[in-house]
Every structure is written in structure tokens, then in C-alpha cells.
């Protein structure tokens, strides 16, 4: 069942529990715990830890649509591994301005921003409703104290975290706005495609103002660009539904031709494929 707690309120992080193997079974049976193994599954990592498969486990919890995980300021105690559904962070100014930082989803680490000055410098909010895994940070550094298996696999994450970050700064310094939007729903269709699901067609979770916040874009660059994207037949868009039309275009994409040379180009494509009805018409009714 989900938590019905409001936005402002957070549940309470419980702890690693070495719980009884009866206990364990049923909650696992609800998808209320992982263990070891299946954490590291989920995280796309190997691990090598002694550390038996029911020993440690990890609990979930439950936030529903517009939630927040955790709050800037809030003392840090817990690591969130997502699970299933899909997330943003984001920084907020003194006038209430959003900036995101990401769009986390299964298989994504949260809450790495509070390790240093212990509180989150970041806010977590639910954009769908999201199923995470916890883990409370002073018994995971106590157990990588003695597992250094552990330790290592959770550094591993942690960087991997950190490249992502630094790709995507990097990505905003160098390509053009429409390149920018052009690779965002590049890595959407490849995280989906890891998960299982369609990279062809999909649904954005996130609105445009905030995919132009994330790209350091505006509302109406990002709008302007899926509506050229859809007119040159890279994507198709209905509302929130992306179809990925020419994944390769996209990915080495530079800047779209001037609005004057697409429309040229449009009627060019229409054009051929006029003639080419026509010409199939035509051979149709030659056989008749």
C-alpha cells in the first residue's frame, strides 16, 4: 500500500534489519525488503560480499506522486535507491526558484549530496508514484567497516553518480539548445531501454518547464524544438508521449536548419512521397 502522508512529511527511516528468516519471507513477498544481492542487482554492479543473502536487509518505502524524500536542510541519515518509479532533485533559491538537478530513476542512488556537511543540500520530490530502497547511512559505513566489499561497492555508485553529473555539465557547456534536447531524450530512450521497457515510445514524466530547467533551457525553447524535432520526423509527440523516430539523427545532431530551409524541406519530403502514391497508384491499376 502506499503512504498516505502528506508532501511535507517524510517517513521515518528504519534501519538494516537482521530480521527473523519468517519475517523477512513475508515482507519480501510484499516487495517490503532486499537483501544484499538484490540491491547490487538493481544497482547494475557485482558483488563479492561474504555477507549472507538474508542477513542484511534492506527496507522500502513507499511516496506517492508530488512527495517529498527529503527537504534542503534536513539532517542527512539515509541513502535512497530507487526502485521503481521516477523522481527530480532539485535546488531551490530564497524567491522559491526551482533549478533541477536530475531525474532519478530505477537503478539511481539519492541523497550522496548529504554526506559531507550532513544535511541535504538538495530536494527530493516524487514525479510519479516510487517504491525506494533505504539505506541508513551509519550502519552501512559501520558494516563497510567490516565488509569492505560493501564499502567498495558503494563507492562505486557514488562515482558513478559523480560522472553522470560531470557528463551532464559538460553536455550543457558545449552543444546548442536543440542538441541538448536532442541527447536528453537520447538518455531517456537508453535508461528505459536498460529497463526493460520501449526506447521507441514513452512518456515523459517530467513537465517541459522542467526539462528546460535541467537543460538550463526556457519552457518555450524546449517546446519550440519537440515541435521542429516532430515536424523533420526525428520524434513524433502527442502531449506527454515522445515516439523516437531517427535515434541516430539525434544522437549526432548539432543545430536544426533554419525554419525557412525546413519548411523547404517538408515540402520536398511531401512532395516525394506524392510521387511516389502516385506512381504506385499507377502501378496498381496497370496490373488491374
Known amino acids: 500500500m502506499l503512504s498516505t502522508q502528506t508532501p ?8 538494516l534489519a537482521p530480521a527473523s528468516p519468517m519475517e523477512a519471507g513475508r515482507q519480501r513477498q510484499g516487495r517490503l525488503w532486499s537483501n544484499l544481492k538484490e540491491v547490487c542487482d538493481l544497482l547494475h554492479i557485482s558483488s563479492a560480499c561474504t555477507i549472507a543473502a538474508d542477513e542484511l536487509l534492506f527496507q522500502h518505502v513507499q511516496f506517492k506522486t508530488g512527495q517529498r524524500v527529503h527537504t534542503i536542510g534536513q539532517p542527512f541519515d539515509t541513502l535512497y535507491i530507487v526502485n521503481s518509479g521516477f523522481l527530480k532533485t532539485v535546488l531551490i533559491d530564497e524567491f522559491g ?25 538538495s530536494e527530493a520530490v516524487a514525479l510519479s508514484d516510487c517504491d525506494l530502497i533505504l539505506l541508513p547511512f551509519k550502519k552501512l559505513t559501520a558494516l563497510g567497516r567490516v565488509h569492505l566489499e560493501l564499502e567498495n561497492v558503494m563507492y562505486g ?44 515510445l514513452f512518456n515523459l514524466r517530467m513537465t517541459r518547464h522542467e526539462i528546460g530547467s535541467y537543460l538550463g533551457l ?9 515541435s521542429a524535432f516532430n515536424e523533420i ?9 515522445i515516439g523516437i523516430k531517427d535515434p541516430d539523427a539525434l544522437k549526432t545532431l548539432r543545430r536544426l536548419p533554419p525554419s525557412r530551409s ?27
Open 218 to 226: 526556457t519552457l518555450e525553447t524546449v517546446s519550440r524544438t519537440l
Open 8 to 15: 511535507e512529511t517524510r517517513p521515518a527511516a528504519p534501519s
Open 157 to 200: 555508485v557514488m562515482s558513478r553518480e559523480l560522472v553522470r553529473e560531470q557528463a551532464m555539465i559538460g553536455m550543457l557547456g558545449a552543444l546548442s539548445a536543440e542538441a541538448r534536447v536532442a541527447r536528453f531524450l537520447v538518455s531517456l530512450a537508453d535508461r528505459f531501454a536498460q529497463m526493460g521497457y520501449s526506447s521507441k
Open 97 to 121: 526558484n526551482e533549478q533541477v538537478l536530475s531525474f532519478p530513476m530505477k537503478g539511481d542512488m539519492l541523497g550522496v549530496d548529504g554526506i559531507h556537511s550532513r544535511h541535504y543540500s
Open 233 to 241: 520526423g526525428l520524434i513524433t509527440v502527442d502531449q506527454r508521449t
Open 262 to 288: 525546413r519548411a523547404k524541406q517538408l515540402a520536398a519530403a511531401k512532395l516525394k512521397a506524392d510521387t511516389t502514391a502516385t506512381a504506385a497508384s499507377a502501378q496498381l491499376l496497370a496490373t488491374i
